[in-house]
């Protein structure tokens, strides 16, 4: 079956610095790559999200980035914002089932 | 995004009462479900899936009689935790998905049982 894996497990910035979180992914038959962000207490909710076939999207200071051979795939925040502090997640799909990374605590230091 | 919807969003029970979750989605259809369960600062453990018209597929170490889930319509799915103990206590997420489509999440409910 699909493993992901993900990286940092923690993450502090300065705000208005960069955050970069790191997945990498194990069966080529996945397809999909989405990122979630989960707030304390509260359900994950889509941020972006990124299919096998584009290398890199962009929605506003979110990116994400996609690199099929090497089975890794990224999200970057830029200019970030007290607000942005959450649990965020990666995850894989095949189209059926959804495969989540460990997830990421960011927190951004005013 | 599509709307999940997920009630209670937090209870409180006796060990040995049954309790039932409901989820909702509330602007479209769709024909696979997911419940999760979450521990503190974990991720997410897949607990089953169900697909439209078919019984859930419970992932292993689930057990489906004591975590009986009901795919009721496209727009609604129960999870019903029977005779709840302490160790059952923990966040429960709904998630619902269209094939090759992402995954839109409930709110959650936190179970506690005393």
């Known amino acids: 079956g699909e493993n992901v894996e993900q990286h940092p497990s923690t993450l502090s910035v300065q705000e208005g610095d960069s955050a970069v979180i790191k997945c990498t992914y194990s069966?080529?038959?996945?397809?999909?790559f989405p990122w979630y962000k989960q707030e304390l207490g509260k359900g994950p909710q889509l941020i972006i999200d990124i299919r096998s076939n584009v290398g890199e999207k962009k929605d506003q200071r979110i990116a994400v980035t996609l690199n099929k051979t090497a089975k890794h795939f990224s999200l970057h925040i830029t200019e970030t914002q007290p607000e942005d502090s959450a649990v965020y997640f990666c995850?894989?799909?095949?189209?059926?089932?959804?495969?989540f990374g460990t997830g990421t605590s960011l927190t951004v230091i005013p | 995004g599509a709307v999940v919807s997920q009630h209670p969003s937090r209870v409180i029970c006796k060990s040995g009462t049954s309790v039932k979750i409901e989820c909702r989605s509330l602007?479209?259809?769709?024909?696979?479900m997911f419940w999760y369960r979450q521990f503190p600062k974990k991720s997410l453990m897949l607990m089953a899936t169900?697909?439209?018209?078919?019984?859930?597929?419970?992932e292993q170490g689930v057990e489906k009689d004591k975590f009986l889930i009901n795919h009721a319509s496209l727009t609604l799915s129960t999870l019903t935790v029977t005779s709840a103990h302490p160790e059952d206590s923990s966040f429960y997420i709904c998630?619902?998905?269209?094939?090759?489509?992402?995954?839109?999440f409930g709110p959650g409910t936190r179970l506690t049982v005393l």
């Open positions: 069966d080529s038959a996945s397809n999909y």
């Open positions: 995850a894989a799909s095949n189209g059926n089932q959804f495969y």
């Open positions: 602007d479209f259809q769709a024909t696979t």
């Open positions: 169900s697909n439209e018209g078919s019984k859930a597929t419970y």
């Open positions: 998630g619902y998905s269209y094939p090759g489509d992402t995954q839109y």
